[in-house]
């Protein structure tokens, strides 16, 4: 993330961080793309409507001196995901169906069904208690037919949309990125119509 903002800036981005939007209507730019995935509530209508965002949980441990994951896993259909850093730490996510309802939320804290579920599994993967030295929530977006919506807003000239990656952004993110990015430039891919907002959006609306 840092080369990148830093290849942007290097390119002549504006970054600015700790400013929140409150409203399109405070931006100046002839082209605005939405790339907030869960957090961008209240910014559009529709999009509250179609992109509904979920709260995941994670555990770190301190670093451990065996080896036990050569690369990351993911079990029950992708709910539970985890890796061993190469300093030996694991890195633990997952168990939000043990609370469905209650992770469907924007509140980034930890709740004690999950952390509990969590350590739980971890005593599983490793055998003993190893010492959690993280504990932390994130926020994603979830769509109704698990996909995001990347490309123009309908009725919205110049409002572009990339978000809803539902939990799998750290690979769709990127790559939908790179989609969007080249469409405001006028290169569309044929690929943007698999994630047509208009998809979602009609339905919301």
Do not use: K
């Not at 793309?33 to 949980?57: F, H, K, N, S």
């Amino acid at each position: 993330m840092r080369r990148l903002a830093a290849a942007a800036a290097e390119a002549g981005a504006d970054i600015r961080e700790h400013s929140r939007v409150e409203s399109l209507d405070e931006l100046d730019a002839d082209q605005v793309l939405i790339a907030t995935d869960g957090y961008g509530r209240g910014l559009l209508p529709e999009l509250d409507e179609a992109v509904w965002p979920a709260r995941g949980q994670v555990v770190a441990t301190d670093p451990l001196a065996e080896r036990l994951f050569e690369c990351p896993h993911y079990a029950r259909q992708g709910f539970d995901y985890w890796q061993q850093l190469t300093d030996g730490r694991i890195v633990l996510g997952g168990f939000r169906d043990y609370s469905i309802m209650a992770e469907l939320t924007d509140d980034e804290v930890t709740t004690p069904v999950i952390q509990e579920a969590l350590t739980g599994f971890l005593r599983e993967l490793v055998g003993y208690d190893p010492p959690i030295a993280y504990r932390w929530a994130g926020i994603f977006g979830l769509t109704q037919d698990m996909l995001p919506l990347v490309g123009r807003v309908p009725a919205h000239e110049g409002v572009w949309v990339a978000a809803g990656y539902s939990g799998h952004g750290n690979v769709l993110g990127l790559a939908c990125g790179e989609l969007v990015g080249a469409a405001i430039l006028g290169r569309e891919d044929s690929q943007l119509d698999l994630f047509e907002p208009a998809r979602l959006l009609r339905l919301a609306g």
